[in-house]
């Protein structure tokens, strides 16, 4: 394993292969796909075994949500754009550019306040 891990190599890699973060992805499902794509990433990224990537790949998505989560909160609180949080992570705008795909379609929260 190399000293100096490239989070942005490591997350073009990762986008490459939507089966594994998209979950409309039609491969998403499908586990030999998945451990297709898996091992293909591990080749490049340096970090030894599988579990280490999956490891590296649920550290990211977690730190991700996260602060997808400070966002969001920080929207609701109903202090004005100015105050809305902006994440400090260096890769988070490169991140959210492809993972931002698996909230498209949710459903935002609702509310009871009539609008006018």
Known sequence: MSDTFDIYKFLEDYQRFPCLWLKSDPDFKL??????????ILESSGLGTIKNLRLKIRSIRCTYNQEVTKINKSKSTGSG????????????????????????????????????
Not at 31 to 40: F, L, S, T, Y
Not at 83 to 89: G, R
Not at 93 to 110: C, H, I, R, T
């Open 81 to 116: 754009t100015a105050n809305v949080y902006v994440p400090k992570l260096q890769w988070f705008e490169y991140a959210d550019n492809f993972l931002k795909k698996n909230n498209d379609g949710v459903k935002q929260s609702e509310t009871n306040l009539v609008s006018f």
């Open 31 to 40: 586990r030999h796909k998945r451990d297709a794509a898996e091992e293909i």
